[in-house]
C-alpha cells in the first residue's frame, strides 16, 4: 500500500523563503518540503544567468591545462582530443574539439568504436605517435588509463586528462588532471558531467585570450572602524577569483605604512577603488601626504555598464548584488566590490560571437547532464535550462537541428523529459551500435545536407538497439529470475555471449528496475574477453564494489550507480565466486513506498496557470523530481479505458470548476468500474505537464495514485 505523506512545514521558513527570495506563497511551500531553503540551494532554483556558475579556475589545475594547450598552439604541435561513445563522451569531444578547430589549431579526434574498450588505449597512443603528436587531452575518460598514460609519456607524449569519473586508487601520471571528484580539485561541485568539464575548459580558454588572463589584480577599500580607525580591506584577484585578503585596522597618524603588511601585499599590483578621490584623501589622512598609491577608480567604468551606480556608494551597491542575496549572512562591502568587478570583466569580454558559441556548448552540456543522469542541483540546473532554453528559442545548433528534424520535434516546446525519452537513446544508439563516430561527425560536420544523412543513420542504428535490447530481454529473462534468488534477492546477474557489448548497460538498468537491486549484465567480445556494466540502488556504491574486487579487472570504472568493467574470460567462475561471497554483505537501503507530497492544491488553483508553478522547477530529473500534487475530492466528469489494442490505460476528466481538467492514469484501465466510477468524488496525487496534440497545447494530469474520496490516505 502506498503510503501519501505531506510534510508539515513552519510558518517562519515560509515567510523568511517569501521575504526573502521573493517567492509566492505555493512554490516557497514546495522549496521547504524539499529542503530547499538555504539561499545557495535556493539560488539555482531562481537564477539562470551564466554568471552564476562556478569558475572554472577553481580547478587548481586549470591554468596549468591552458597553458600546455596555448604553448600547443603556438609550437605547432599536433593534438588530438580522445573522448568516449556515450552521448557525455560524443557531446564533451565535439565541444572541446570544435573550439580547438576554430582556433586553429592542429587538431584532429578519436573516439572507441567497434569493440573497442572503453577510455585511451595503447593503441591509440601509438597511432597518435607516429604522427609525431605530442599532445592528447582526454575527455570524459583517461582517470583511470594509468597503463596507457605511462605509455604517452614514454613516448614523449602530454596528457591532459579531463574527466568527472570517480577516483581510482591510483591516478594516472597526466601532465595535468581535471576531474571534479578529486579531493584537492578546488572545484566547490563534484557532480558535473564530462562534458560541463570540457566547456570549463573551453571557458577557461576564451578567457585566456583577454588581457586579463593571469593578471592579479587588488581591489582596496577603506571604511571606518570604531572611533577614529579605520579597516584598510584589500583582495587580490586572479582569472577573476579570489585568492588572498588582508584586513589592516589603523589610527590615522599613529603607524607608517611600511609597519603594516600593505606594502607587501601590494607591490606590483593592479589596485581599483570605488572612488579615487575619496580613498586618496582617506589614505593621505591615515599616513600622512608623502605615501602615493597607484590605482584606478573603477566606478567610472561601471558606471558605464550600470549607470545607476554612478553616484552609489559602496556601501549602498553591495546590498544590491543578486548574489549578496542568496549568501545568507549581510554582505561586505568588499564582497559587493568583488561582484560587480567579475560583473564588468564578464561583460567586458562578452561579444556575440562569444553567446553564440557558448549556447550551442551548452546545448551539448545539457544533453550530457541528462544522458549521464547528474543530478539536477547546484550549477547543473543552469546548465541544463540555459540548454533547454537555447532549444526553444529555436536557435538549435547544427547536427541536433537535423536530428531534431527526423525525430518530428522540430517546432514543438521541448522539456527535459523529451530529451531523455527520444533524442537522448538516438544520440546514445551510435555508440552502443559502435559507431560513435557518427553521431560525433553529424555535431562537427559544415554540410547540413551531410548532417542530415547522419541524423538518418542514428535513426537506424536507434530502431537496431531496440531490436537488440528486445532479444535480449527475451533469453535473459530466465537466468534473470534464477539470478536474483541464488543471490539471495541482493544482486541480479546476467551473463550470455549473445548480448551485443552495446546495450549491457540498458539490460542492466532494465534488471535494476524489475528487481530493484543492483544489476549486472555481462557478455564477451573476441571469444576471451568479458564486458560488463552494473547499474545500482537504493544506496548501494557500484564503483565502490567493483573496487572490492581488487585488480580482478582490466579496467573498471564509472559513478555510484553506474559502472564498467572488463576481465579475461579466463576468469568468468572466478568472478562468479567472488560474486557470491560478495552478495551475503550487500546492503541496500531499505524500499520506500512512501509519496512525498510538494503541495495540496484547491480546485481553484486547478487551471492552465499551474504549469508557470511547475516551469519554475524544471528540468526534472536525477535529485530533483517532478512536482507531486494532491488534491481533495475532484469529481470525475468523464473516464474511460485508452491505448492501442488493449485499452490498458485510464484518461479521466475532473471538474475542477473553472477549469475541467484532463488526466492520464497509465497502466491503470482494470480500476475504472472497480475503484471508482464517473461521478464518484476522487482524492489524487498527480503531477502536471503539457500535452500537444494537433499544434493545441494543454495541461494534463499524470496520475500517481488515486483513492475514493473519504478512504484512509495514511
Known amino acids: 500500500m502506498k503510503i501519501w505523506n505531506k510534510k508539515n512545514i513552519s510558518r517562519e521558513v515560509l515567510k523568511t523563503l517569501c521575504d526573502t527570495y521573493d517567492l509566492d506563497t505555493l512554490s516557497a511551500s514546495i522549496m521547504a518540503r524539499r529542503g530547499i531553503v538555504d539561499g545557495k540551494d535556493v539560488l539555482y532554483f531562481k537564477e539562470t544567468d551564466l554568471r552564476f556558475l562556478h569558475n572554472p579556475f577553481l580547478f587548481a589545475n586549470m591554468e596549468d591545462a591552458v597553458d600546455r594547450i596555448l604553448c600547443a598552439k603556438e609550437e605547432g604541435e599536433k593534438v588530438l582530443v580522445f573522448g568516449d561513445s556515450d552521448v557525455d563522451g560524443v557531446t564533451s569531444t565535439a565541444i572541446l574539439y570544435n573550439f580547438l578547430r576554430e582556433q586553429g589549431f592542429d587538431v584532429q579526434w578519436r573516439l572507441p568504436l567497434g569493440d573497442d574498450a572503453y577510455g585511451l588505449s595503447v593503441s591509440a597512443v601509438d597511432d597518435f605517435a607516429k604522427q609525431y603528436g605530442s599532445l592528447i587531452i582526454t575527455v570524459d575518460c583517461g582517470i583511470s588509463n594509468v597503463q596507457e598514460i605511462a605509455h604517452a609519456n614514454e613516448l614523449g607524449i602530454d596528457v591532459i586528462v579531463t574527466d568527472h569519473h570517480n577516483m581510482p586508487e591510483t591516478l594516472p601520471a597526466a601532465y595535468t588532471i581535471i576531474d571534479p571528484k578529486l579531493p584537492d580539485s578546488g572545484y566547490p561541485f563534484p557532480d558535473i558531467s564530462g562534458a560541463a568539464v570540457a566547456y570549463k575548459l573551453v571557458t577557461a580558454l576564451r578567457f585566456s585570450s583577454t588581457e586579463l588572463y593571469k593578471q592579479e589584480i587588488t581591489l ?3 571604511r571606518p572602524s570604531e572611533g577614529e580607525d579605520y579597516y584598510i580591506d584589500c583582495l587580490k584577484i586572479r582569472n577573476l577569483v579570489q585568492k588572498k585578503s588582508i584586513s589592516e585596522r589603523v589610527a590615522p597618524g599613529t603607524v607608517s605604512i611600511t609597519n603594516t603588511k600593505l606594502p607587501a601585499f601590494l607591490t606590483g599590483q593592479q589596485i581599483f577603488v570605488w572612488d579615487e578621490q575619496i580613498v586618496k584623501k582617506e589614505l593621505s589622512d591615515i599616513f600622512g601626504g608623502s605615501v602615493e598609491f597607484n590605482m584606478m577608480d573603477f566606478r567610472p567604468q561601471i558606471a558605464k555598464l550600470i549607470p545607476r551606480l554612478s553616484d552609489e556608494s559602496l556601501l549602498t551597491v553591495k546590498d544590491m548584488s543578486r548574489i549578496a542575496k542568496y549568501s545568507g549572512t549581510p554582505s561586505t562591502e568588499m564582497e559587493g566590490f568583488f561582484n560587480l568587478f567579475v560583473t564588468f570583466a564578464e561583460k567586458k569580454t562578452a561579444s556575440e560571437k562569444k553567446c553564440s558559441a557558448e549556447n550551442n556548448d551548452l546545448q551539448l552540456v545539457m544533453l550530457a547532464a541528462l544522458a549521464d543522469i547528474m543530478p539536477l542541483r547546484d550549477e547543473n540546473r543552469i546548465l541544463v535550462r540555459t540548454g533547454i532554453n537555447s532549444l526553444n528559442s529555436g536557435h538549435i545548433r547544427p547536427g541536433l537541428a537535423e536530428l531534431f528534424a527526423r525525430l518530428g520535434m522540430t517546432g514543438k516546446r521541448i522539456s527535459s523529459t523529451d530529451l531523455s525519452w527520444s533524442v537522448i537513446p538516438a544520440l546514445n544508439a551510435a555508440g552502443r551500435m559502435g559507431q560513435s563516430n557518427i553521431a560525433l561527425e553529424m555535431l562537427l560536420s559544415e554540410d547540413g545536407s551531410e548532417r542530415d544523412s547522419l541524423a538518418q543513420k542514428i535513426i537506424a542504428l536507434n530502431e537496431q538497439r531496440k531490436q537488440l535490447v528486445s532479444d535480449a530481454t527475451a533469453f535473459i529473462s530466465r537466468q534473470a529470475d534464477e539470478s536474483y534468488a541464488e543471490y539471495g534477492n541482493r544482486l541480479c546477474i546476467v551473463i550470455d555471449e549473445r548480448i551485443n557489448k552495446g546495450v549491457t548497460g540498458i539490460l542492466a538498468s532494465k534488471l535494476m528496475g524489475r528487481y530493484n537491486v543492483p544489476s549486472l549484465a555481462v557478455t564477451f567480445t573476441d571469444g576471451d574477453v568479458a564486458i560488463g556494466s552494473m547499474r545500482s540502488c537504493r544506496g548501494f556504491n557500484a564503483t565502490a564494489f567493483l573496487d572490492s574486487f581488487g585488480n580482478f579487472f582490466i579496467n573498471h570504472g564509472g559513478h555510484n550507480y553506474a559502472a564498467g568493467f572488463s576481465f579475461s574470460k579466463t576468469k568468468l567462475s572466478a568472478f562468479v565466486g567472488k560474486l557470491k561471497e560478495l552478495a551475503p ?22 487551471t492552465p496557470d499551474i504549469l508557470n508553478i511547475v516551469d519554475k522547477f524544471e528540468p526534472f530529473g536525477e535529485g530533483n523530481r517532478e512536482l507531486v500534487f494532491f488534491s481533495k475530492s475532484l469529481p470525475v466528469v468523464d473516464a474511460i479505458q485508452v491505448g ?5 490505460h485510464l484518461k479521466i476528466t475532473f471538474d475542477c470548476g473553472r477549469y475541467k481538467f484532463p488526466a492520464m492514469f497509465w497502466s491503470e484501465g482494470d480500476r475504472l468500474n472497480r475503484d471508482f466510477k464517473t461521478g ?8 502536471v505537464n503539457r500535452n500537444t496534440f ?6 494534463q494530469m499524470i496520475i500517481t495514485d488515486i483513492k475514493k474520496t473519504g478512504e484512509n490516505n495514511a
Request: glycine residues 4%.
Open 585 to 606: 554483505a550487500v546492503n541496500l537501503t531499505s524500499e520506500s513506498e512512501t509519496i512525498d507530497i510538494d503541495a495540496e492544491l484547491p480546485p481553484s488553483y486547478m
Open 694 to 699: 494537433n499544434g493545441a497545447v494543454t495541461p
Open 680 to 687: 464518484d468524488k476522487l482524492d489524487v496525487l498527480y503531477s
Open 220 to 222: 582596496l577599500n577603506i
Open 644 to 648: 492501442k489494442g488493449e485499452p490498458r
